[in-house]
């Protein structure tokens, strides 16, 4: 499963299960599919005091709300020749608005509004070194508002996981 990212463009501000509107039973379920995301509804309710019709329904709306994804989760790195870049950008102006057109690249998978030195900053994944330069160069760098970026190359995976508390 991935990070609660939601849908591609929403924004999703950091705060407590309860202020997303879980309830207990929601926050349990994602528990269990941190742990395992093919698990089985019959199973799934079973361990969360529900049916098996009654998990797939909280399933399917935390899907569609976009509390959750489920998908199988990779290492670009290890799959093929991939370059991986953590992009720290900063703004002049509004940087949701960067943040939102970060989004709809292609080659972004993550992208979060910060506080600190960067007020946005993208995970990317191009085909290889040219690639990235293309992106940072005629995207990134083109985008009106950006004012600096840093680039910081991937070079190994040394711990990649999704199954963090839920409060």
Do not use: W
């Not at 949701?96 to 709809?104: E, F, M, S, Y």
């Amino acid at each position: 499963m991935r990070r609660g990212r939601g849908r591609a463009g929403a924004a999703h501000p950091a705060g407590r299960a309860h202020d997303a509107g879980l309830d207990a039973i929601d926050v349990a379920i994602v528990r269990e599919l941190q742990t395992d995301g093919r698990m089985a509804y019959g199973r799934l309710g079973a361990r969360v005091g529900l049916s098996e019709a009654a998990a797939r329904q909280r399933v399917q709306r935390l899907l569609a709300r976009g509390v959750m994804q489920i998908v199988a989760v990779t290492d670009p790195i290890q799959l093929a020749s991939k370059s991986m870049a953590l992009v720290g950008i900063k703004a002049r102006g509004d940087s949701r608005r960067i943040a939102k057109a970060l989004g709809a690249l292609p080659e972004s998978i993550y992208v979060v509004a910060t506080a600190g030195p960067y007020d946005v900053i993208a995970e990317i994944v191009c085909e290889d070194h040219a690639h990235l330069l293309r992106v940072t160069n005629d995207k990134i760098r083109r985008l009106r508002g950006v004012a600096d970026i840093v680039i910081l190359m991937y070079l190994g995976t040394y711990k990649h996981v999704f199954n963090y508390a839920v409060n």
